[in-house]
C-alpha cells in the first residue's frame, strides 16, 4: 500500500494503512490455521497416549474468532470446538454438539469457508 505496489497473489493479509493513519475500522474477524508437522510420534507422554498425541500432531486446524467473542475450530481429523468466549474464556466447555448453537456454528462455518476461499486454501472440513 504504502509504496503504491500490486499485492503479491500469495499474500492474503489485510492493509494496516488504516491502522497506521489511526482511522476507525470497524472490527474484523480472526482467522487461524494449524497445518500439521507430520513427524513420528514415538511414544506419548505423562498427559497423553500415543494415539492422542499422533492425532493431534497430525490434524489440520482452522478456526475463526469472531468480534462478538465466538471461536470456532474446524479439524480434519479431530474433535471440532466451539467457545462463547466472552463467558468462557478458558474455553472449558465445548459447545459445538450443542443443538441450540446450530446457528452460530452455521453463521461461523461460512465464515471458514469464505476466507479459504479467498486464502486459496484446499482443506477440506
Not at 504504502?2 to 489485510?14: A, D, M, S, T, Y
Not at 490455521?33 to 506419548?44: F, L
Not at 472449558?92 to 476466507?115: F, K, M
Amino acid at each position: 500500500d504504502l509504496l503504491n505496489e500490486p499485492r503479491h497473489p500469495q499474500c492474503v493479509g489485510k492493509s494496516l494503512l488504516p491502522v497506521i493513519n489511526e482511522e476507525a475500522a470497524p472490527p474484523e474477524n480472526a482467522f487461524l490455521e494449524w497445518a500439521p508437522n507430520r513427524t513420528k510420534v514415538k511414544k506419548g507422554t505423562s498427559l497423553a497416549r500415543r494415539r492422542a498425541v499422533k492425532r493431534a500432531v497430525e490434524e489440520s486446524t482452522r478456526a475463526v474468532v469472531t468480534p462478538d467473542g465466538w471461536k470456532l475450530c474446524l479439524r480434519d481429523k479431530d474433535v471440532n470446538e466451539l467457545y462463547n468466549l466472552n463467558d468462557d474464556p478458558w474455553e472449558a466447555r465445548n459447545l459445538y454438539e450443542d443443538r441450540q448453537y446450530a446457528p452460530v456454528i452455521s453463521r461461523l462455518t461460512g465464515e471458514l469457508h469464505r476466507w479459504q476461499e479467498s486464502a486459496n486454501d484446499k482443506l477440506r472440513l
